[in-house]
């Protein structure tokens, strides 16, 4: 594909009609680079071996049929005293092209550098900076259509480090003040990137949860609903529905991308409501629910599950996914997340929950068979339901 023909297709793209990529299933390598409280900081790029191994990683999703991912150029890694060292990042990206892969690039994955305080007014500014010399190392690298999740699951990260102090920055009762800067963030980024890229698309991915009431308590049944309704409230700021005064527009929300996992619903009091509990609301119906409200162009931008689990949860959400499209949801793209196996953000266990696992000696990674297997199935089937829901929408 030229330079030129990505253009094109980025243009024709934003047409709802146009699939986002040629495969439905993504592959997601985790980039995490959150500071730890005991002053750790994470860098699962690093931890996988997968920025020196993107080569070869890219190759094997292109050897099972998927042909897109979400990847990670993280501002934390990136940025060293004032100035950027692109160069691992600009080696991911020749080793996408080489490989042909479409790259969802996430910039901030819970981590920001350490000299930045993220409720500082220059915060926001500053990331559109490094967002716009990523835009143009990206511009110099790659033919492929550019696409860039500039924050990861803002409402997750605000709440989880701006209100119980489970992540950084480690504070409480300031969720509101930080998902506010996440973004002007968020604003600045998309800005600063278009300036570069005129037809770069934008992926803002966020937890979909269902709040189970409790029956017995009706008296809060109305702040259960409110609770439920604040997940949608980072891409109501991003439209301008909701405080205008950030900056946003209905132009800044493009592709909705949606984070669903096993451990998504739950109770007031925390009680985790599992697939199968009659409380449990299907997948479809949390999927369905977004589109209806938004009719953006639509992925399930992480789903995963750990051990045994992966290939009987892939095959719930591939049916889900169908159901959802069945009933007219433009869903472009499933992403399993992770797709290789990493060490646990807070103790280094073995997380079992991608489809390959640690590389070996000469960078060789074993695939779990009753995922790859699963993974088969799911993308035709996936397939047929996104050329339906598609066409169905080129006659309406």
């Known amino acids: ?80 005293g004032g100035s950027y060292d692109f160069t691992r990042v600009a080696r991911m990206m020749r080793a996408a092209r080489q490989q042909r892969i479409d790259v969802i690039w996430d910039l901030l994955h819970f981590g920001w550098p350490d000299h930045e305080d993220p409720f500082g007014a220059r915060f926001p500014v500053h990331f559109g900076r490094y967002a716009r010399a990523f835009a143009r190392v990206l511009d110099a690298e790659t033919d492929r259509a550019p696409m860039i999740a500039p924050v990861n699951e803002i409402s997750f990260l605000a709440w989880a480090g701006g209100d119980v102090r489970c992540l950084n920055p480690f504070e409480a009762a300031r969720g509101v003040e930080l998902k506010a800067q996440l973004v002007r963030a968020t604003i600045e980024a998309i800005e600063a990137i278009r300036v570069v890229l005129p037809h770069a698309r934008f992926l803002q991915p966020e937890p979909v949860i269902r709040i189970v009431r409790s029956e017995s308590l009706p008296l809060t049944w109305a702040r259960t609903e409110s609770d439920n309704l604040l997940q949608y409230q980072t891409w109501e700021m991003l439209t301008g529905r909701v405080w205008p005064s950030l900056g ?73 996914c169908i159901e959802a499209m069945r009933r007219g949801c433009q869903l472009h793209g499933v992403t399993l997340y992770p797709i290789v196996n990493h060490p646990g ?52």
């Open 248 to 320: 946003g527009c209905p132009d800044l929300l493009d592709i909705i991308g949606v984070n669903f996992y096993s451990n998504n619903q739950f109770t007031p009091d925390g009680e985790t409501v599992e697939l199968g509990d009659p409380r449990f609301t299907p997948f479809s119906e949390l999927l369905l629910d977004v589109w209806r409200r938004y009719r953006r162009p639509m992925i399930v931008s992480e789903t995963g599950h750990e051990g045994a689990a992966r290939a009987p949860w892939l095959r719930y959400v591939t049916s889900e």
């Open 345 to 396: 953000w807070l103790d280094d266990r073995r997380c079992e929950n991608g489809l390959w696992d640690y590389p070996g000696p000469s960078g060789e990674r074993a695939a779990d068979a009753a995922l790859l297997g699963e993974l088969a199935l799911s993308e035709a089937s996936l397939h047929a339901a996104r050329n339906q829901v598609l066409s169905r929408s080129t006659m309406t």
């Open 1 to 80: 594909m030229t330079r030129s023909e990505a253009l094109d297709r980025s243009c024709d793209l934003r047409s709802a009609q146009t699939p986002l990529f040629d495969s439905v299933l993504l592959g997601g390598f985790e980039c995490s680079t959150q500071k730890l409280s005991d002053g750790r900081r994470l860098d699962l790029l690093a931890a996988t071996r997968h920025d020196e191994l993107a080569a070869a990683d890219y190759q094997r999703l292109r050897d099972i049929g998927i042909t897109a991912c979400r990847d990670g150029a993280p501002w934390v890694t990136v940025e060293r």
